[in-house]
């Protein structure tokens, strides 16, 4: 029997892994064999001509920023603040509300998009 797949419908399972994937990792779940799967799901995708590669980081900024509310790019350099904070023990950084520092974070970014 053969499956004929639309790029379409492809693409639009793409995305649902791939939101899939972000909602585990945000509720602390251990993602590192779903992330395998659907990487291999992608590339296979690319094989077929379904999807470029192109297309494919479109649908995994699409998918993180549904998810987490901001790109990859903005949560990593959000976090890695964070983090640097914690490791210099910087207390001042955690006087501002958490909403205040990520809102003011996506403004920084959005600025340097242009």
Do not use: W
């Amino acid at each position: 029997m053969n499956v004929i797949v639309s790029s379409d419908v492809f693409k639009k399972e793409v995305y649902q892994r791939l939101f899939a994937l972000y909602q585990s990792s945000k509720a602390g779940n251990e993602i590192e064999k779903q992330k395998h799967r659907v990487e291999g799901f992608i590339a296979a995708g690319e094989f077929m001509n379904l999807i470029s590669n192109d297309e494919g980081k479109i649908l995994l900024e699409q998918a993180h920023i549904d998810v987490f509310g901001e790109t990859i790019l903005c949560r990593k350099n959000r976090l890695e603040k964070r983090r640097n904070a914690v490791l210099q023990n910087n207390v001042s950084y955690f006087d501002e509300p958490a909403i205040l520092r990520k809102s003011r974070s996506q403004k920084n970014e959005d600025t340097e998009d242009r």
